[in-house]
C-alpha cells in the first residue's frame, strides 16, 4: 500500500510542510481514516496510542478550514488541559503552511476573562476541555452557530459517565449540521453505542496492531503484599531507565511513591489533579527534557500525553481494566524507539484479562540489581520569566547562553518556549555556569528573572 501523503489531496504546501516536520508516510489510522476524513464523513478511529491520531484529524481541519472568514470552525474536546495544550501545539505546527490561523486553548486553570477576550478577537480552532467550554457557553462569551467540525480526543474517556453530561449539554449548543469524529486507542461496546447518537452514520475504523512496531517487552511481576515498595525500588534498580512513568491508581499513592523512590536516591515527582496547575506544568516540562527520572501518576494525569522516547513503564498499582493497561504501557516503545513495561500484581489478583502472549512472567529476585545505585537527572531546568509575547526564541536564549563562555550546544538539552515563560535544560554539571550566565546576561538586550526548577 503507498501510503505516502501526497496521495491525498492536499495542497503542495501542505504536503511540503508534512516533509518539513518529518512526516514521510502516513501512518496506517491515517491513512485509513484520511479519505473518509477529508471527504466530511463522520469517524469514529481507533488506533494505539502514539499511533498519530493528532494530525489525522488535524490535517483533514485544516484542510477545511477557511483562514479568510476568523469564525469558530473547529471544536477539539480533550479530557485534560496538558492533553489540549499538546494537541493545541500540534495543531500549530502542522498549521505553519498556512497563514494567520488562530488556534485558541480553553481550559480550566487559566483565566475566564482573558480567555473571553481572546475569544472577542477570533478563533478558527478551538481546542478545549468540556467544563471551560460550558462556562463560556453559560456567560455566552462564545458561539458555535459557523461550527463544521466537532472532535472527541480520547473518545472513550470524553464519553464514560464523568464527562458525558458536559459533552451532551456542549453538543446541544452545536450546529447539527457538522462533521463530528471521535479518536481513541479504546472503545467499549457501550461508547459506541452512545457515539450512534452524536454522529451521523459515522464510519468505523480500527488501524490493525502491527507486529513490527511492538518493540516493547512486558512483563510480569508476582509480589507478595508486604515487598511491593522493594520489589519496585529493584526494578528500578536493575534497569535504570534513561526515564520511567510509574502509574498509582490514587493520588496520595501516588504521592507515597514518589517519596519512596526520592528516599531511594530516585529523582521522582508525583503528578494528579490536586496540584496547581504551574506545578503540573513544571513537571511534565522537566520529564520531557530529561530533568526528572521518574514521574509518578494517575491515569488521569498521564492520560493521551505524547512524552517521546519513554525508556519505561511500571504499574505500581494494576489497571482497573485491560483498557486502561493498554493505555498505560502505549506510552513506551513508540515510533523507533524500544521500550518495557513492567507491572507488579499479587497472587490472589485476577490477571486473565491481560491474556496477552508477548507478556513474560519473572520474579524480581531473578533480577541482579547493584548494592547501592542512584538515580539522578541528567540535566536540570532554568526557568526565564519571558516567552513568544517577549519575542522570544529559542535561538535567542542559546545564543545567550553560549556566547563567551564555557558552555557549549552540547551542555544545552531542550529549549521550550511558550508564551510568557521559556524553559531549557542543562546538564547538570554545567547549571551553576548557566545560571550566572544567565543572571548577570541580557537576552535579546532585556534581563529576564531566572529560577531554577528543583
Ligand atoms: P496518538 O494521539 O495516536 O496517541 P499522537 O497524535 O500524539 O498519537 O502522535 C504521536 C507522535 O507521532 C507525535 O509525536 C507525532 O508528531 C508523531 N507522528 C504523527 N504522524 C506521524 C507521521 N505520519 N510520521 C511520523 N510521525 C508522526
Ligand atoms: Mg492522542
Keep these: 500500500m503507498n501510503n505516502k501523503f501526497y496521495t491525498l489531496s492536499l495542497p503542495?504546501?501542505?504536503?511540503?510542510?508534512?516533509?518539513?516536520?518529518?512526516?514521510?508516510?502516513?501512518?496506517?489510522?491515517?491513512?485509513?481514516?484520511?479519505?473518509?476524513?477529508?471527504?466530511?464523513?463522520?469517524?469514529?478511529?481507533?488506533?494505539?496510542?502514539?499511533?498519530g491520531k493528532t494530525a489525522a484529524f488535524g490535517i483533514a481541519i485544516l484542510q477545511h478550514l477557511n483562514s479568510k472568514k476568523l469564525n469558530i470552525q473547529s471544536l477539539i474536546l480533550c479530557p485534560t488541559r496538558e492533553l489540549a495544550t499538546q494537541t493545541a501545539t500540534q495543531l500549530r505546527i502542522l498549521a505553519r503552511y498556512k497563514q494567520n490561523i488562530k488556534i485558541l486553548t480553553l481550559c480550566g486553570g487559566g483565566a475566564f476573562w482573558p480567555q473571553a477576550n481572546s475569544l472577542r478577537h477570533g478563533a478558527h480552532i478551538i481546542v478545549a476541555t468540556p467544563g471551560r467550554i460550558l462556562k463560556h457557553l453559560n456567560k455566552q462569551t462564545c458561539n458555535f452557530n459557523t461550527l463544521n467540525t466537532l472532535v472527541l480526543d480520547e473518545a472513550d474517556r470524553m464519553l464514560d459517565?464523568?464527562?458525558?453530561?458536559?459533552?451532551?449539554?456542549?453538543?446541544?449548543?452545536?450546529?447539527?449540521?457538522?462533521?463530528?469524529?471521535?479518536?481513541?486507542a479504546t472503545f467499549t461496546q457501550e461508547v459506541k453505542e452512545i457515539s450512534s447518537k452524536i454522529c451521523n452514520?459515522?464510519?468505523h475504523i480500527e488501524a490493525p496492531v502491527s507486529k513490527e512496531i511492538n518493540k516493547m517487552q512486558e512483563i510480569f511481576f508476582e509480589i507478595e503484599d508486604t515487598n511491593k515498595d522493594d520489589a519496585l525500588i529493584h526494578l528500578l534498580g536493575h534497569y535504570q531507565p534513561k526515564n520511567v512513568l510509574i502509574f498509582c491508581n490514587t493520588k496520595i499513592?501516588?504521592?507515597?511513591?514518589?517519596?519512596l523512590c526520592q528516599d531511594n536516591n530516585i529523582d521522582a515527582l508525583a503528578i494528579h489533579?490536586?496540584?496547581?496547575?504551574?506545578?503540573?506544568?513544571?513537571?511534565?516540562?522537566?520529564?520531557?527534557?530529561?530533568?526528572?527520572?521518574?514521574?509518578?501518576?494517575?491515569?488521569?494525569?498521564?492520560?493521551g500525553l505524547d512524552i517521546k522516547e519513554l525508556a519505561m513503564v511500571i504499574n505500581y498499582d494494576l489497571p482497573f481494566d485491560?483498557?486502561?493497561?493498554?493505555?498505560?504501557?502505549?506510552?513506551?516503545?513508540?515510533?523507533?524507539?524500544?521500550?518495557?513495561?513492567?507491572?507488579?500484581?499479587?497472587?490472589?489478583?485476577?490477571?486473565?484479562?491481560?491474556?496477552?502472549?508477548?507478556i513474560a512472567f519473572l520474579h524480581v529476585n531473578t533480577l541482579d540489581k547493584p548494592s547501592n545505585f542512584k538515580m539522578k537527572p541528567?540535566?536540570?531546568?532554568?526557568?526565564?520569566?519571558g516567552g513568544k509575547k517577549n519575542k522570544l526564541r529559542a535561538g535567542d536564549i542559546l545564543g545567550a547562553l553560549t556566547a563567551n563562555t564555557k558552555l557549549g550546544r552540547d551542555d544545552i538539552g531542550k529549549i521550550y518556549v511558550y508564551d510568557r515563560q521559556s524553559y531549557v535544560a542543562i546538564q547538570t554539571n554545567k547549571t551553576d555556569e548557566a545560571f550566572k550566565q544567565l543572571k548577570h546576561n541580557k537576552i535579546k538586550a532585556k534581563k529576564f528573572s531566572i529560577w531554577l526548577l528543583d
Excluded: W
Aim: glycine letters at 4%.
Design 12 to 51: 503542495e504546501d501542505m504536503l511540503a510542510n508534512l516533509r518539513a516536520i518529518g512526516y514521510e508516510q502516513m501512518t496506517q489510522i491515517q491513512a485509513l481514516s484520511l479519505p473518509h476524513l477529508l471527504q466530511n464523513k463522520d469517524v469514529l478511529a481507533q488506533a494505539k496510542t502514539g499511533s
Design 161 to 184: 459517565m464523568g464527562f458525558y453530561d458536559d459533552v451532551e449539554k456542549i453538543i446541544s449548543f452545536l450546529p447539527t449540521k457538522r462533521q463530528t469524529l471521535l479518536f481513541s
Design 253 to 259: 499513592q501516588t504521592d507515597a511513591t514518589a517519596k
Design 322 to 358: 485491560s483498557k486502561t493497561y493498554t493505555h498505560r504501557i502505549g506510552r513506551t516503545a513508540r515510533a523507533a524507539s524500544e521500550g518495557i513495561a513492567c507491572t507488579l500484581y499479587k497472587q490472589s489478583d485476577d490477571i486473565s484479562m491481560y491474556n496477552n502472549t508477548n
Design 378 to 385: 541528567l540535566y536540570k531546568t532554568i526557568v526565564i520569566e
Design 273 to 303: 489533579g490536586d496540584l496547581e496547575q504551574y506545578t503540573r506544568d513544571d513537571v511534565l516540562v522537566q520529564f520531557s527534557n530529561n530533568s526528572l527520572r521518574a514521574l509518578v501518576a494517575t491515569d488521569v494525569a498521564a492520560r
Design 201 to 203: 452514520n459515522a464510519i
